[in-house]
């Protein structure tokens, strides 16, 4: 493993042997005619051990979902070797069924069980006493925030709550293996932060294997992160040692009064911020605040920005500021950037686009030569003259080519994704209409058929090849030559 993108394991977790093992792992899908293939995991190579938290990040599509699937025993491994507690995934799966729990990502509950009956119902199935069962699912009701719903049936739950009693049915048993499949999802803030508590005190003597679209989720559960791309893991490690190899800088901002406009005060604050720290760089501006990119390597020459900012803290009005490193958020889309697999997603995820020094250059001369020319009247209004429009329409002239430019460009996206029909319906003929929509029933159903083969055979074919062989038996002559029958009306008459 490449130790710039893994980070070696911790010296308390080598001494014992992986709860769960992966080697070159593979899972490659096929067309309905074996032809088209698909890479849906590439190679994976992993060790999780007990005690820990470990963290499957990526996008849509990026395989970790088909991971868990042939981690679980759902799906069949196409290449390499898999191990949990020791067992081998492909030949020992029913070993490993007894101390595994799942928390799918789309919920699996019965509608005619209550949240009681199915505790009970998985505590059976992972080897729980008899005797024992009622206070297991008890207790793991009570754990997972669903003692009021204990008789309650799955249609009269939320979806938050089922995810809840999914999360339970994982849990029941003392399962010494988890697969957490985006386990907070639909639930609301303070059920989430209790799920968080909830599995960061489980994790003490199990192996933990959480999905999740939540950066904050990973951030703070996570032990370990691998994020996956295109079927492989990219890099694996602490959030820590992920923000400080893919982390892009700290972000510092500096919050204002409010009522001032930070395109006033701005020029002023960078002049202080781009000489105290070198390398840095203005990266967005929203309401009260305006941020900064600090580089990782210039944290000494902070402490003499802080000292220059606070000389002038009541002259720039400012209310406060603060330093933050590199958001998992962003490691997250760098990495799926550098890989090429997020471009169809950046488009709703873009920033603000960065000011280069010239631009920087080119408002604040703008700004300063309009203070120099400021004047004030009696009454505390400024006045302008018509070099301060000029300075003014240059300065909202650079702002609108940096702000309207990714508008458009965003526009433009969307209407490639999202095109718009070039016809209107309601303006052409009923005949017309009718026509088009047969049309594409009939497209979608042959589509539909030829890439669900099975069911056009059971469907079509079959029925036809009976229907040919009851014809071609009825035609067949019978080898038995019976008498013929005399039918008459004489037992009838007296």
Same mark, same amino acid.
């Given at each position: 493993?490449?130790? %710039? ?5 911790? %010296? ?57 699937? #042939? ?106 293996? #988890? ?125 003499? #920005? ?26 997250? #889309? ?161």
């Amino acid at each position: 493993m490449d130790p %710039d993108v893994y980070e070696p394991v911790a %010296d308390d977790l080598t001494h014992q042997e992986p709860a769960i093992s992966t080697r070159y792992l593979k899972k490659t899908f096929f067309d309905a005619f074996g032809q088209a293939e698909v890479k849906a995991v590439d190679g994976v190579s992993l060790d999780i051990y007990e005690g820990e938290v470990f963290c499957l990040l990526g996008h849509n599509g990026a395989g970790k979902t088909t991971m868990i699937g #042939m981690l679980t025993g759902l799906l069949e491994i196409t290449e390499g070797d898999a191990f949990i507690c020791g067992h081998n995934v492909k030949t020992q799966m029913r070993a490993i069924r007894k101390i595994l729990g799942v928390c799918p990502q789309h919920d699996v509950l019965w509608p005619r069980l209550t949240c009681q009956e199915h505790l009970e119902l998985f505590a059976l199935l992972k080897g729980v006493p008899r005797a024992r069962v009622r206070e297991e699912a008890k207790k793991t009701l009570t754990a997972v925030g669903l003692e009021e719903k204990e008789h309650d049936f799955p249609s009269h739950m939320s979806g938050g709550q089922k995810r809840k009693l999914s999360l339970g049915i994982a849990l029941i048993g003392g399962s010494k293996v #988890m697969f957490l499949d985006e386990p907070t999802s639909g639930m609301d803030p303070e059920s989430r932060r209790a799920t968080w508590n909830l599995i960061e005190h489980e994790k003490k003597n199990r192996a933990i294997v959480l999905t999740t679209h939540f950066m904050d989720e990973a951030d703070i559960l996570g032990d370990r992160i691998a994020i996956m791309s295109t079927g492989d893991v990219r890099c694996c490690g602490s959030p820590l040692f992920l923000k400080q190899k893919f982390g892009v800088g700290y972000t510092f901002v500096v919050s204002l009064e409010a009522g001032i406009k930070p395109a006033v005060i701005r020029p002023d604050i960078d002049a202080i911020v781009l000489r105290s720290v070198r390398g840095a760089s203005l990266f967005s501006i929203a309401g009260g605040e305006i941020a900064y990119r600090l580089p990782f390597a210039e944290a000494n020459s902070f402490p003499d #920005m802080f000292e220059a900012l606070d000389a002038q803290r009541k002259r720039l009005r400012i209310t406060g500021y603060g330093v933050s490193v590199t958001t998992l958020e962003e490691v997250f #889309m760098k990495i799926g950037t550098d890989f090429g697999d997020l471009h169809q997603n950046q488009s709703s995820n873009k920033s603000q686009p960065k000011m280069d020094a010239t631009d920087i250059a080119v408002v604040s001369q703008a700004q300063h030569d309009k203070d120099n020319n400021d004047g004030k009247g009696d009454d505390g209004d400024d006045t302008k003259d018509d070099g301060d429009v000029k300075e003014d329409a240059n300065e909202k002239d650079f702002f609108n080519r940096h702000h309207h430019n990714g508008d458009d460009e965003d526009k433009e996206n969307l209407a490639n994704i999202f095109a718009q029909p070039t016809f209107r319906l309601q303006q052409q003929q009923e005949l017309s209409v009718l026509l088009t929509h047969t049309w594409a029933i009939l497209y979608k159903r042959f589509w539909w058929s030829v890439r669900d083969f099975r069911a056009m055979f059971f469907v079509i074919i079959l029925p036809c090849l009976l229907v040919a062989l009851n014809f071609g038996l009825q035609n067949l002559g019978l080898a038995i030559d019976y008498p013929n029958l005399v039918l008459n009306v004489d037992q009838w008459l007296v």
